[in-house]
């Protein structure tokens, strides 16, 4: 192990800084090839510090000059070492002079300052700035920033950084400069500059207190018919964050450019935020209905950080979900209210808890498990993951739960009452909410510090003498690493109880203050002990428990309910998430009881109980008092990451075949449902990315779909039809992923006419790429041949993304096939990653850290590999840390 060059971080290790920054000026000479930054810093001695000593961070950059108050240190006057510069002996105030020299051109791990497509960007967060000079580069230390950027007028005619543009002008020589300034504190990960040949959509937005703010959305050339979207998911995010939290745009300017090389979604930037193409640019010819709801809830994402994330910052990386996941919980509401309706944001709550499951799950069962606030990190960067996003969001969504919306409001606004302009920890957001609502939350607390997916099983005893009704909650949690033993979680668990008539009954719950909830239909009940037991009285018939409505918790809810309960829920369920589950939970029964008992025999299994199945999914499919998109959610079977992580012991192929011979069942006994329903949900007027009109086509692609599991000429036809007059990418590109997954005669030739289409528009070629990354026919061997494809390339993030990932995550049954091809393969790419961008080597590494849930023979082919990329050289230690920790649990 390379413990002297990867330390492991500890959150117990937190010392505050000894000095605090006031101020930073910074003056950049822009070029590609070799960049100088000078910087001055204006630091004071912090009075909780313990030492004289001023510890900078930097990595890869060439320390050119360093003066202290004017004079030029000696090398023997500082230690530079280990990607730190200490400056002993420092006066209690003092100005520090640091000019550094970097290449950003050379620069493919996209942290820092770099180029792409010709233009400068930067990615601070977490710790990038420190590759573009020495700095206490940590969330703790917080400072008024003022910026000079000079270059080329001709190359760059767009100099950009965050806050206020305080002057421009030219410099004689052909180059030109603009100075900015932030008038808000900021840590430097907030710190962001773009310079090159830009344009912009502009508007002038009036805020709430009558302010008029300026608002940008800039682009290449060429792309401003695809920036509308994006313009109008930020205009009604300012709008909603004032309605809904009062809380209102501080700046004059508010910036997004978007950039073709990017590591992850999008970075929040004070003012200047900074976007992955993918989540900026649409319109119908090149977006789906997905990426015009991804794009609504990035903006909306990057655009809350403003407050929760850049007014109200972490005190350290391990306080992340502090940010994000509140800010997730934001966007999932921003988004929920912009569809409106009840219909469409159960939608909108079922698609986020599958996405839940399907990702946090598994990560909450696997090596990499970790709490929501970690204890220990090795690379930050590791840990931006969706148990501090998603799970992180789920709870805050407790709190709302627990609290009331107004509760929880109350308890924002006095979080940032007490906290504006401060870098804090998730505690104090848990102490906001329980003062402002006179709550002891103390038990909560387990939620951030104990990891692992807690299991509540529920068992009921009706009595219809007495007319009362018991549920029994117990809640227990699997060990995760360096976890053995975990405590009572405090978890709200929202009930109803539904009466033989399929309605909610009024519920009266033993010992609670009748005025709460008295004849509710539903109520939040609060499990706190290892095991509880709740009375409803004046239960005259025998009810159907409807458990955790909405998904009240992120918990994994066991109750014994049979084939005819589950039917009937589906049904009858008042609250539309628990309808949604009742199907998934039938649907997961069949499925895991064929993939079980064809495990190996290479056959599909047993088909004969799909006939209850397949009548609940014919009611489902024809209830036409049922939204579109609710239809498609119901209609759509659990995937095969979802099942796998139910199973003891994963068989991938056995999942699939499960899958698909399921799926043909359904096709063949409902085809003519799905025809006429397919049919019924065309949408001929213009395209409109609204829910109403996506949820139609999603539907009738949906049926699209399962029609073409028959694949017969007349199914191959329509998806034709449809692939040829398409009047949107939507349904251009499911009716290309209809032909690809079948044996349709035009299938070659409508990929290749869908890349001459597109080949000039980076994100569809992407999904092009995409798309057959995860049909079902693709092997490795084909894998290997789209590489070889002209528009292939490892370092373009979105582009690795598009094939590589989408096989290795999205193409499980021909990713593991059992001669271990594709784990070979995916050791060959990790590792020429790693030389790239480590971010991305060690997203894909994680693929593979959960081998231990395999079959024997899978497992013995998963650890030659990871052994593998154990064992090269100049391994990062992002992609370090995920493989032996998957090596060692
Ligand atoms: N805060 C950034 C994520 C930065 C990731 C650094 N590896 C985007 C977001 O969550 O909004
Ligand atoms: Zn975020």
């Known amino acids: 192990m390379r413990t002297d060059t990867s330390p492991t971080i500890y959150r117990h290790d937190y010392v505050p800084p000894a000095y605090w920054v006031e101020t930073v000026e910074m003056g950049f000479d822009l070029d590609p090839a070799l960049t100088r930054v000078a910087t001055r810093l204006t630091v004071r001695r912090n009075p909780e510090g313990r030492t004289n000593t001023l510890v900078l961070c930097g990595e890869s950059v060439e320390l050119v000059q360093l003066q202290i108050n004017g004079k030029r240190l000696a090398s023997g006057d500082y230690q530079l070492g280990n990607g730190l510069l200490q400056i002993p002996n420092m006066p209690d105030q003092a100005s520090v002079d640091i000019e550094t020299a970097i290449q950003p051109e050379q620069n493919t791990s996209l942290m820092g300052l770099y180029v792409s497509n010709g233009n400068f960007f930067t990615q601070c967060e977490a710790e990038g700035f420190r590759k573009i000079t020495y700095f206490p580069d940590r969330p703790d230390v917080m400072a008024k920033y003022k910026v000079m950027l000079r270059a080329d007028k001709k190359k760059y005619p767009v100099l950009l950084s965050n806050g206020n543009l305080i002057e421009e002008g030219d410099l004689g020589d052909g180059r030109h400069y603009a100075l900015w300034e932030d008038p808000f504190n900021k840590p430097s990960y907030l710190f962001a500059l773009v310079a090159g040949n830009l344009v912009c959509q502009e508007e002038k937005f009036r805020l709430e207190d009558g302010r008029d703010a300026l608002l940008q959305v800039w682009v290449e050339e060429g792309n401003l018919d695809k920036t509308q979207h994006a313009m109008d998911s930020l205009k009604n995010s300012i709008r909603w964050d004032e309605e809904r939290f009062g809380l209102e745009l501080d700046l004059d300017r508010f910036m997004i450019v978007a950039v073709g090389d990017f590591n992850m979604g999008a970075m929040e930037n004070k003012g200047l935020n900074i976007f992955n193409t993918k989540f900026v640019l649409a319109n119908p010819r090149i977006a789906t209905d997905t990426d015009y709801a991804n794009i609504e809830a990035v903006?909306?994402?990057?655009?809350?950080?403003?407050?929760?994330?850049?007014?109200?910052?972490?005190r350290d990386w391990f306080q992340l979900s502090l940010k994000e996941g509140l800010t997730v919980f934001r966007d999932q509401e921003f988004s929920a209210d912009m569809i409106g309706t009840a219909s469409g944001r159960a939608c909108k709550r079922i698609e986020d808890v599958r996405v839940l499951r399907q990702a946090q799950f598994p990560e909450d069962a696997g090596p990499m498990a970790h709490p929501v606030r970690p204890d220990s990190y090795v690379e930050i960067n590791n840990f931006y993951t969706v148990t501090v996003y998603e799970k992180g969001s789920e709870v805050v969504r407790m709190y709302q739960?627990?609290?009331?919306?107004?509760?929880?409001?109350?308890?924002?606004?006095?979080?940032?009452?007490?906290?504006?302009?401060?870098?804090?920890?998730?505690?104090?957001?848990?102490?906001?909410?329980?003062?402002?609502?006179?709550?002891?939350?103390?038990?909560?607390?387990r939620w951030y510090s104990q990891a692992g997916t807690p299991r509540v099983k529920a068992e009921t005893r009706y009595d219809s003498e007495a007319h009362t009704f018991?549920?029994?909650?117990?809640?227990?949690?699997?060990?995760?690493?360096?976890?053995?033993?975990?405590?009572?979680?405090?978890?709200?668990?929202?009930?109803?109880?539904?009466g033989p008539n399929g309605h909610d009954i009024p519920l009266h719950l033993d010992g609670a203050p009748q005025e709460n909830i008295h004849g509710q239909g539903t109520i939040v009940l609060e499990l706190t002990q290892a095991r509880q037991t709740f009375r409803f009285n004046r239960v005259t018939e025998k009810p159907i428990p409807s458990l955790l409505r909405d998904f009240s918790a992120p918990v994994i809810l066991e109750f014994e309910y049979s084939d005819d309960e589950l039917a009937f829920l589906m049904a009858h369920d008042s609250d539309p998430f628990n309808r949604w589950e009742a199907g998934q939970r039938l649907a997961?029964?069949?499925?895991?009881?064929?993939?079980?008992?064809?495990?190996?025999?290479?056959?599909?299994?047993?088909?004969?109980?799909?006939?209850?199945?397949?009548?609940?999914?014919?009611?489902?499919?024809?209830?036409?008092?049922?939204?579109?998109?609710?239809?498609?959610?119901?209609?759509?079977?659990?995937?095969?990451?979802?099942?796998?992580d139910q199973l003891e012991v994963i068989d991938p192929q056995a999942i699939h075949r499960a899958r698909v011979s399921l799926r043909k069942v359904l096709a063949e006994n409902l085809r003519e449902d799905w025809l006429a329903t397919y049919?019924?949900?065309?949408?001929?007027?213009?395209?409109?990315?609204?829910?109403?009109?996506?949820?139609?086509?999603?539907?009738k692609n949906t049926a699209l779909s399962y029609l073409c599991e028959l694949d017969d000429a007349a199914a191959h036809e329509l998806a034709q039809e449809q692939y040829d007059n398409a009047g949107n990418m939507t349904d251009r590109v499911a009716a290309l992923a209809a032909l690809v997954n079948s044996s349709a005669p035009g299938k070659a030739a409508a990929l290749e006419h869908f890349?001459?289409?597109?080949?000039?528009?980076?994100?569809?070629?992407?999904?092009?790429?995409?798309?057959?990354?995860?049909?079902?026919?693709?092997?490795?061997?084909?894998?290997?041949?789209?590489?070889?494809?002209?528009?292939?390339?490892?370092?373009?993030p979105n582009r690795a993304r598009s094939l590589i990932f989408s096989f290795c995550n999205g193409n499980p049954a021909q990713f593991h096939a059992p001669d271990g091809s594709g784990y070979a393969f995916w050791a060959e790419q990790v590792i020429a990653l790693n030389a790239i961008n480590p971010q991305v080597a060690a997203r894909l590494a994680r693929s593979l850290e959960r081998w231990r849930k395999y079959t024997p023979e899978l497992q013995a082919k998963m650890r030659p590999a990871l052994e593998q990329v154990a064992r090269t050289k100049k391994l990062s230690k992002d992609v370090l840390e995920i493989v032996t920790k998957a090596l060692e649990n």
């Open 299 to 314: 903006v909306g994402h990057e655009y809350f950080h403003n407050w929760t994330g850049n007014r109200v910052t972490c």
């Open 470 to 498: 018991e549920l029994t909650l117990s809640q227990s949690c699997p060990p995760t690493p360096d976890q053995e033993r975990k405590l009572p979680f405090h978890i709200p668990v929202a009930v109803g109880l539904v």
């Open 679 to 699: 049919h019924a949900n065309q949408t001929p007027e213009p395209y409109s990315p609204d829910a109403r009109s996506a949820g139609r086509r999603g539907l």
């Open 588 to 644: 997961s029964r069949h499925l895991l009881a064929l993939a079980t008992s064809s495990q190996g025999s290479g056959t599909s299994g047993d088909t004969a109980d799909e006939a209850g199945l397949g009548q609940a999914f014919h009611k489902t499919l024809n209830d036409t008092s049922l939204e579109p998109a609710f239809r498609e959610l119901a209609l759509t079977l659990p995937s095969e990451s979802l099942l796998a």
């Open 755 to 796: 890349y001459t289409e597109f080949e000039r528009e980076a994100l569809v070629v992407d999904k092009w790429f995409m798309l057959q990354g995860m049909a079902r026919a693709t092997d490795v061997a084909a894998v290997r041949k789209l590489m070889r494809h002209p528009a292939f390339t490892l370092k373009n």
């Open 401 to 445: 739960t627990l609290l009331g919306r107004e509760g929880f409001r109350r308890g924002m606004d006095l979080y940032f009452a007490r906290h504006d302009g401060q870098a804090v920890t998730c505690d104090d957001f848990r102490a906001a909410m329980a003062d402002a609502n006179d709550r002891d939350l103390t038990q909560f607390e």
